[in-house]
């Protein structure tokens, strides 16, 4: 399974934009980036996902880098319901590892009012 | 109108019980799993259906038997649960089509097991 790797926590202050890095330099041409994230006592959630362009939901956009080996999850206002644990996860479309995601440990984010 | 259902919500046993997990989902997918998240917080997979058949089966031990009578559903059976087994199981659905790579997975609100 490809690997990502996330800073273990980051902060922001409610209302302030948020830029969660993950660094995955083993990515393959095949290889999707999703990101969920998991609130206090809840499921994983998704978020978003890419293969090469930036993209874009009502929840946050993603930033892939030109040569994939890093993208960033970006929260344009930060809210205190955004607090979570925000997982960057590769996702082979390939037989094998169809429908496996592989979370890794994580970033934790703490937003303060 | 939950996508994504699990029963119990919490469920305390003693070492050597058999206990069984729930799972249904009403979003008409096709790939139903069981991910495990340990007391660190470290989220596995351990099993994957897709339309009843076992897809993925993460060396997980054979005291864990997942069943799926149809699309909707997929049980986790847990035979002489040890105290290790203590942790949060999710459940989580997906329509996993062409595009496998791109396919979200919705999951469920978790069973807290705690085994005594």
């Known amino acids: 399974d490809a690997k990502t790797t996330q800073p273990n926590s980051m902060e922001s202050n409610e209302e302030e934009p948020v830029h969660l890095p993950c660094n995955h330099s083993?990515?393959?041409?095949?290889?999707?980036i999703h990101w969920y994230r998991q609130l206090p006592s809840q499921g994983p959630e998704y978020v978003i996902h890419?293969?090469?362009s930036n993209v874009n939901n009502r929840m946050a956009s993603l930033a892939i880098a030109e040569d994939r080996k890093s993208s960033t999850l970006i929260l344009h206002r930060a809210t205190l319901r955004d607090a979570a644990v925000y997982y960057c996860?590769?996702?082979?479309?390939?037989?094998?590892?169809?429908?496996?995601?592989?979370f890794g440990r994580g970033t934790q984010l703490t937003v303060w009012p | 109108d939950t996508a994504v259902s699990q029963t119990p919500k919490y469920l305390v046993t003693q070492m050597g019980n058999d206990k069984s997990i729930k799972c249904e989902q009403n979003l008409g997918h096709d790939t139903m799993y069981w991910y495990k998240q340990d007391s660190k917080k470290f989220l596995k997979i351990m099993f994957s259906y897709n339309n009843k058949e076992l897809i993925i089966n993460e060396t997980v031990p054979n005291r864990f038997s997942p069943k799926s009578p149809d699309k909707a559903h997929l049980n986790l059976h847990i035979n002489s649960l040890e105290l290790g087994d203590s942790a949060v199981y999710f459940c989580a659905s997906s329509q996993e089509g062409v595009a496998g790579g791109s396919d979200t997975q919705y999951f469920g609100p978790g069973t807290r097991l705690t085994v005594l």
């Open positions: 083993t990515i393959s041409g095949t290889d999707y």
């Open positions: 890419g293969l090469t």
């Open positions: 996860i590769l996702r082979d479309e390939r037989g094998s590892t169809l429908g496996r995601l592989y």
